[in-house]
Every structure is written in C-alpha cells, then in structure tokens.
C-alpha cells in the first residue's frame, strides 16, 4: 500500500523572510509548500490585509492601529518587520494583492483568521474569487468556528484546539470535547500544537472522521516522527527541510 503523505504548510515568514510579506509567500511557493498560510486582519474601511497583530510599528516607534485605519494610509507606511532582520521595514499588503499569486499555482493558502471581523468579509472574498477550494480558514476556536459555519457553512476550517485542555484534563477527555466541538462547528480537522500530539489524538480525530493539522515543527527529527505518525499536514517555517524529508522518505 502506498503511503500516505502530510501536505506541507508554510508559516507565515517562512525560510527567515519577514512574516506576512510578499517574500514569505513566494519562498513557500518555490520551496515546495503545499500550503501557505497567512495571518488575516482588517482594515476600518473593510480590506483585508496580511497581519498577525492589530498593533504595528513604524521604524521611529510609533504605534498604529490597523482595524483603526483605512487602507489606503496603512498601505503607505513602512512599519517593523516581524520576523525581519533589525531594523527592516515593509507595507502591509491586502489579500487582494496577493491572490494572483495563488491562482496563478496549484497550491492552497491557510488564513489565520485574527479577529471575528474578518468571517463575513473573507466568505464574501472567498466566493467572489471562487477560491472554497483553494482556501482553509484557522484560528477558530470554537465560537469563531460556529460563526463561520453560520455565516457560511462552505467555508473549509480546523478548529483551533485548545492546549489547555490538555492540561485540565486527561488527554481522552481533552481530545474527545476537542473533536465534539470541531464536529458541531463543521470543521473538517483539527489545528493542533504538535507538542500535545500522541497516537491517542490521531485515534480520537480518525474516528471521528477529522483530520489533524500539526504547528509548528521546525526540525527534521520532529518532522520524520510526525510523518510517521500520519498527521494530515505539518506546518514548519523550515519548509525547504521539511520538502526535503518528505523527498528523502520515499
């Protein structure tokens, strides 16, 4: 029987590159990255952008607020690079920006979706794009999960699982409300952080028909033992070693 592959996801500033920038998604898409995901905020005046944070800083320190600021003067300030080399600086860029870059491959991207603000606004983008396919949506927990299937139920997501959980209570326990609760969002997968990953958890979310999405692995010896173990995707923002343990495995 062959075996069965994770897809590869790029983080958001993959390979060194500066988060949520043009960089990042290009690198993943020519390292191999099956996936690439980035962060989603929005504007005041309604356009989504590529962010982790609300908050966002200017080379002199001072602080701007995105979902505060029309688009067309946050798209002209050049703001502290996350993940950049110091002192570097970028401009936010839309989603709408970026897009072209996706269509224009076979790939899927991930958005992380940062605030409830986003959901009507990215189900509105995803079906004037027709991208349902190409598009998965994290960072819902779940209330933000149920809101996303409520404004529509088309919309691919993993629920964002709670690691606290697994400190509360026993992993059974833990895994059983995770899948409950991914299952009556209908989310296809759960988004978990691999450090609470055993065979029990990928047990529990098969058997609830659920696939399980990995972040962030960014070792070879990591990524071996979680391919092994038959996650559905790896998150790393070491994609080219991941693309290349994948390569050398077969």
């Not at 390979?15 to 998604?25: A, E, K, V």
């Not at 697994?166 to 895994?175: D, G, L, R, S, T």
């Not at 038959?230 to 998150?235: D, F, H, K, R, W």
Request: proline share 2%; net charge negative; charged share 25%.
């Amino acid at each position: 029987m062959l075996k069965t592959y994770p897809l590869l996801t790029a983080h958001t500033g993959c390979m060194g590159t500066p988060d949520n920038s043009l960089l990042s998604i290009e690198t993943a898409l020519l390292s191999g990255a099956d996936i690439v995901e980035e962060d989603i905020l929005i504007t005041s005046d309604g356009v989504l952008v590529l962010s982790h944070d609300d908050l966002v800083y200017s080379l002199d320190g001072t602080l701007f607020k995105i979902s505060q600021m029309r688009f067309a003067e946050l798209s002209q300030l050049d703001i502290k690079a996350h993940n950049g080399s110091p002192g570097e600086t970028m401009r936010i860029l839309s989603l709408e920006s970026v897009i072209p870059l996706l269509q224009a491959s076979d790939k899927k991207m991930n958005l992380d979706v940062k605030s409830d603000a986003c959901i009507e606004p990215v189900a509105r983008f995803v079906e004037k794009n027709r991208l349902v396919e190409r598009i998965i949506l994290s960072g819902c927990e779940t209330d933000r999960a149920k809101q996303v299937n409520r404004t529509d139920h088309r919309l691919r997501k993993l629920l964002n699982v709670n690691a606290s959980l697994f400190q509360a209570k026993n992993e059974m326990e833990a895994v059983q409300i995770s899948c409950e609760d991914a299952l009556s969002a209908n989310c296809f997968g759960l988004n978990v952080n691999y450090r609470v990953v055993g065979p029990e958890v990928l047990q529990a979310a098969k058997d609830h028909g659920l696939d399980v999405y990995i972040w962030t692995v960014n070792t070879e010896a990591e990524m071996k033992h979680f391919i092994e173990m038959g996650v559905q995707s790896i998150t790393s923002r070491n994609i080219s070693a991941l693309v290349q343990v994948k390569k050398g495995d077969r």
